[in-house]
């Protein structure tokens, strides 16, 4: 069993900041790529940014130069930076970690999502 818990949502207004965190635990041998996923109602949910262990990242283009996903790999966690934010990124904003467990099954686990709302 793996468990990602997130923090670090809220309020903000726009240009403002917030920084999103999660931590993996749990029967965990290894974690693969880590990453940040968003949705609105309505809407499919999305790639925000992710991170592989070796540290290579991928953004949406939407959030490019504005966002920055880190992670650290002996504490299984991984965080995303979002700088001079825009109403239109007010979503629920979900954590991902591709794992593979202590018996070694390779399984994409999820966080509960924490809400992200920017004012203008």
């Known amino acids: 069993q793996v468990q990602l818990v997130e923090s670090g949502g809220g309020l903000v207004q726009a240009g403002g900041s917030l920084r999103l965190s999660c931590a993996a635990s749990g029967s965990i041998f290894r974690i693969n790529a880590m990453g940040w996923y968003r949705q609105v109602p309505g809407k499919q949910r999305e790639l925000v940014a992710a991170?592989?262990?070796?540290?290579?990242?991928n953004y949406a283009g939407s959030v490019k130069g504005r966002f920055t996903i880190s992670r650290d790999n002996a504490k299984n966690t991984v965080n995303l930076k979002m700088n001079s934010l825009k109403p239109e990124v007010t979503a629920v904003y979900y954590c991902?970690?591709?794992?593979?467990?202590?018996?070694?099954?390779?399984?994409?686990?999820w966080g509960q999502g924490t809400q992200v709302t920017v004012s203008s």
């Open positions: 991902q970690a591709k794992v593979i467990t202590s018996d070694l099954y390779r399984y994409d686990y």
């Open positions: 991170i592989t262990s070796g540290g290579t990242t």
